[in-house]
């Protein structure tokens, strides 16, 4: 088996467009790809896609953006829950 070649990070948005994302602004979806990554980017826009009858992911109706949107959403909420553990865990040790 062959392995696979590293893409370029314009490239890879190539790929998410061949798969029918709306890239919109390509200098902003390069920067996005290069700071948080590829894979981690199509993990958050895997519920948004089907799988056709060759095996390949598809997406209708996708942007990039919407995928940004549930990755910054987790973020944030993993963000509000560590804050919130924090505040609990100071008010149990000041009692």
Known sequence: MEEP????FE??????ESRGVVIGKRDIAIRHIRD?????????????SRVNENKERKYTDVT?????????ADKDL??????????????????
């Open 11 to 16: 490239e890879q948005v190539d790929l998410f």
């Open 36 to 48: 948080i990554g590829y894979y981690k980017l199509k993990s958050f826009s895997l519920p948004l």
């Open 5 to 8: 070649k590293p893409l370029s």
């Open 78 to 95: 993993r963000i509000s829950l560590l804050h919130s553990i924090e505040d609990i865990e100071v008010s149990i040790k000041t009692k």
């Open 64 to 72: 990039f953006q919407d995928i940004l949107n549930r990755f910054y």
